[in-house]
């Protein structure tokens, strides 16, 4: 068992509670911490055996894209459910930063995520 951390992902995608805050893409950093089986990649140094990170964070940027949230807590989970959708991940701890308050450097949603 492991853990693979990848950090402040950048992504944007429309969120905010109102639909004018929603009708312009907005950044958010979405930082994950996934519990998997390090050992058999470590062991075969084969990219078929690991969690591919390039893969996995293009797959996150184009769902982001894609999607629409009122809520931070909402994309938080969604993107936590994602990541164990993707396979090899046991659970995920996924954090979502944005700058949204004035006089603040961002405000974060943290949730915890097990298959």
């Known amino acids: 068992m492991g853990k693979i951390i ?3 992902i950048e992504v944007d995608c429309n969120i905010g509670v109102t639909r004018e805050e ?3 893409k907005q950044t958010l950093w979405l930082s994950l911490e ?3 089986d390090v ?5 075969s140094d084969d990219i078929a055996d690991a969690i591919d990170y390039d893969k996995l964070t293009r797959s996150i940027r184009e769902w982001a894209s ?3 949230w009122c809520l931070v807590e ?3 989970v969604e993107a936590a459910e994602l990541v164990l959708s993707e396979g090899g991940v046991f659970a995920v701890t996924a954090e979502t930063k944005k700058r949204a308050v004035p006089g603040t450097d961002y405000i974060a949603v943290r949730v915890r995520r097990e298959r």
Request: glycine share 10%; hydrophobic share 35%; proline share 0%.
């Open 6 to 8: 990848i950090k402040d």
């Open 34 to 36: 996934m519990d998997c």
């Open 22 to 24: 929603r009708s312009r």
């Open 66 to 68: 894609a999607g629409e």
């Open 74 to 76: 909402r994309f938080c």
């Open 39 to 43: 050992g058999r990649a470590a062991m």
